[in-house]
């Protein structure tokens, strides 16, 4: 079975400061990666995907994130973070179910905190 | 492209009575996804449509849960007998055909069953 680990509930950063908000994932065959994040009162927006090829995804709002095969992660970085960031995110892998379909299975969510 | 609604936006109800949620998806987007919320976890899912047929369904949707999408553009789903458990954010979701798609995810429904 698939699974996404986001091994910290929350992330506190100065703005201007690089970030990290950290995934791993287990799955069998190839993973296809998912990044979302969810501001208060509003849907989960996506972010950026990996489904082949370099391993550094570009995305949204100067988000990054690097696809590592060996150590099984997806963290989603940001070289330098704005106070509007703050919110909840989502990592998630899909991979394909027992009727044929490919699921998305999510983490349980990072809140990133960026401090002014 | 007007994004992905839903309504209604919450829904009190009391327990054993029954609910439904519609969600209606990009409009040109042929799979449609339910997911389940609830505070402190991630979405859940709960069952996946292509066109009108519904493809997926999660184990966490008992019998008391059903999901229609007729002519496979809006689609709703049905609580029975909620129950306090089923307390939660209904997210739908809505995606072009790919294995690599993209999930755009409507605003929810907050179900309060008291």
């Known amino acids: 079975a698939q699974s996404v680990a986001q091994p910290e509930d929350q992330v506190n950063v100065a703005e201007g400061n690089p970030l990290t908000v950290k995934c791993t994932y287990s799955?069998?065959?190839?993973?296809?990666l998912f990044w979302y994040v969810q501001y208060p009162n509003r849907g989960l927006q996506f972010l950026l995907k990996?489904?082949?090829?370099?391993?550094l995804v570009k995305g949204s709002y100067g988000f990054e994130a690097e696809f590592n095969k060996s150590q099984t992660s997806f963290h989603l970085k940001k070289p330098s973070a704005l106070v509007s960031d703050s919110a909840l995110y989502f990592c998630?892998?899909?991979?394909?179910?027992?009727?044929?379909?490919?699921?998305?299975?999510f983490g349980r969510g990072t809140s990133l905190i960026v401090h002014p | 492209d007007t994004g992905v609604s839903q309504d209604p936006r919450h829904k009190i109800t009391k327990r054993g009575q029954n609910v439904t949620f519609r969600c209606d998806p990009i409009?040109?987007?042929?799979?449609l996804y339910w997911y389940r919320q609830t505070l402190g976890q991630g979405p859940e899912f709960l069952t996946y449509?292509?066109?009108?047929?519904?493809?997926?369904k999660s184990r966490l949707l008992s019998d008391r849960f059903s999901a229609e999408r007729p002519k496979g553009s809006f689609s709703t789903l049905e609580i029975q007998r909620t129950e306090q458990g089923d307390s939660a954010m209904y997210l739908c979701?809505?995606?072009?055909?790919?294995?690599?798609?993209?999930?755009?995810f409507g605003p929810g429904t907050r179900l309060t069953v008291l």
């Open positions: 799955v069998s065959g190839n993973p296809y």
């Open positions: 998630a892998v899909r991979a394909l179910a027992s009727g044929g379909s490919y699921i998305p299975t």
């Open positions: 990996y489904i082949t090829g370099d391993n």
């Open positions: 449509f292509q066109n009108e047929a519904q493809l997926e």
């Open positions: 409009s040109e987007h042929n799979r």
């Open positions: 979701a809505s995606s072009s055909e790919g294995v690599t798609d993209t999930q755009y």
